[in-house]
């Protein structure tokens, strides 16, 4: 489950979906970040998470994937540029070209 640019009823769903007691196994997407907590996506099982945000690294954006504790800079680069190629192949450009 990726939640890309979600809403406020993205947000509650993904928040009720995802398990607070869940460590971060793996490779981890932050998907929002919080006043104290954030959202993060479990990269090998797409299983959410709410985590404590004092639990992730300082200056950890939305977007930044973790990988043992710190911001993996060229995981994060290659995983921004796959989800914008997706975009890119899924968003249909109307005759203005603008995205639906």
């Known amino acids: 489950m990726i939640a890309?640019?979600?809403?406020m009823v993205g947000a509650a769903y993904f928040a009720a979906t995802c398990s607070a007691a869940m460590p971060i196994k793996g490779p981890a997407e932050v998907e929002m970040l919080e006043d104290d907590v954030a959202y993060v996506v479990d990269l090998k099982t797409g299983d959410g998470m709410e985590v404590d945000r004092k639990s992730l690294p300082p200056r950890v954006r939305e977007g930044d994937v973790i990988v043992n504790g710190q911001v993996?800079?060229?995981?994060?680069r290659w995983y921004r540029e796959e989800l914008q190629e997706l975009h890119d192949?899924?968003?249909?450009?109307?005759?203005?070209?603008?995205?639906?």
């Not at 192949?89 to 639906?100: A, E, I, K, Y």
């Open 89 to 100: 192949r899924v968003v249909t450009p109307s005759n203005g070209g603008f995205d639906l």
């Open 4 to 7: 890309v640019g979600m809403g």
């Open 72 to 76: 993996d800079a060229p995981l994060t």
